[in-house]
């Protein structure tokens, strides 16, 4: 996989959590923190990347409802959901 996220304000890394358009649901990742399996609410089908602390993308899925963290070692996550009309930019800890 060749796709990264490269994050980056002022003289350190910083992420900004994006999502929840007007007029619709916000998604949200929940458990937050989670030990291995993370649901997308709303309930949906959704395309889904990880990325790690370092940008890296470590997991990518399709038309899912949750995303398994199970097998990741223990940090901070990046998770891209691909909501239609409403894509959202969420932080993980796992």
């Known amino acids: 996989m060749n796709d990264s996220l490269y994050l980056f304000q002022g003289s350190g890394a ?17 458990p937050n923190p989670a030990r291995d399996v993370v649901r997308i609410v709303p309930y949906g ?3 889904v990347k990880v990325y790690d602390a370092g940008g890296a993308l470590v997991a990518r899925v399709s ?3 949750r995303v ?3 097998g990741m070692r223990c940090g901070v996550y990046v998770v891209q959901v691909a909501a239609p009309r409403c ?8």
Not at 15 to 30: D, I
Not at 87 to 94: N, Q, Y
């Open 14 to 30: 910083a992420v900004a959590e994006q999502g929840g358009c007007a007029g619709q649901s916000a998604v949200r990742l929940l």
């Open 68 to 70: 398994d963290l199970g």
């Open 63 to 65: 038309e899912a409802d």
């Open 45 to 47: 089908k959704y395309s």
């Open 87 to 94: 894509p959202a930019l969420k932080l993980v800890l796992r």
